[in-house]
T-cell receptor, first 110, second 113 residues
Framework: QQQVKQSPQSLIVQKGGISIINCAYENTAFDYFPWYQQFPGKGPALLIAIRPDVSEKKEGRFTISFNKSAKQFSLHIMDSQPGDSATYFCAASTDYKLSFGAGTTVTVRA | DGGITQSPKYLFRKEGQNVTLSCEQNLNHDAMYWYRQDPGQGLRLIYYSQIVNDFQKGDIAEGYSVSREKKESFPLTVTSAQKNPTAFYLC????????????FGPGTRLTVL
């Protein structure tokens, strides 16, 4: 039973477009929300993370939007590039444990 | 060159055999973790360790065992009791246990023949 629900399962976007991935959670004890990027056959790497006292965080072309009252957060990839083609995981943490979403495979068409 | 190493990259085993996956880190991190990744399911926590000589079960510990005799090493044994062991196994570490960044190794793909 997944504590973090992620959608969509996959998406295709044209080069230069915007990719949006959504996540929702129930556990209000979560206090750290990272996004990881994973390429095939590799381990995930931290992309960007946010804490619940902030509603938005931007790093380059990647932005997290966080809605504490709705218990939802999302990743926006602006000006998507072919090199962004990967699987993206949202996660939420409380105490020691990271709970992951099921992942979204993003394909950027040139 | 700091980081997490996992070996081997690919591992094949016959049913009924135990197998040990290696994880080493030189980041001087206190906490280490083992995850299992299956298609469409994200990552699930098997075991974690906050300090040397101590570890706790995660969500799917049945059929697995670990040890933490040294700060930099956290090997995972997949026993014959694990009913469906074919998966991608990922080791991670963090400075302290808690809501901080976890750094992942490159993974070991285990296939049971």
């Amino acid at each position: 039973q997944q504590q973090v629900k992620q959608s969509p399962q996959s998406l295709i976007v044209q080069k230069g477009g915007i990719s949006i991935i959504n996540c929702a959670y129930e556990n209000t004890a979560f206090d750290y929300f990272p996004w990881y990027q994973q390429f095939p056959g590799k381990g995930p790497a931290l992309l960007i993370a946010i804490r619940p006292d902030v509603s938005e965080k931007k790093e380059g072309r990647f932005t997290i939007s966080f809605n504490k009252s709705a218990k939802q957060f999302s990743l926006h990839i602006m000006d998507s590039q072919p090199g962004d083609s990967a699987t993206y995981f949202c996660a939420a943490s409380t105490d020691y444990k990271l709970s992951f979403g099921a992942g979204t495979t993003v394909t950027v068409r040139a | 060159d700091g980081g997490i190493t996992q070996s081997p990259k690919y591992l094949f085993r016959k049913e009924g055999q135990n197998v040990t996956l290696s994880c080493e880190q030189n980041l001087n991190h206190d906490a280490m973790y083992w995850y299992r990744q299956d298609p469409g399911q994200g990552l699930r926590l098997i075991y974690y360790s906050q300090i040397v000589n101590d570890f706790q079960k995660g969500d799917i510990a049945e059929g697995y065992s670990v040890s933490r005799e040294k700060k930099e090493s956290f090997p995972l044994t997949v026993t014959s009791a694990q009913k469906n062991p074919t998966a991608f196994y990922l080791c991670a570490s963090s400075i302290v246990s808690g809501s901080t960044e976890q750094f992942f190794g490159p993974g070991t793909r285990l296939t049971v023949l």
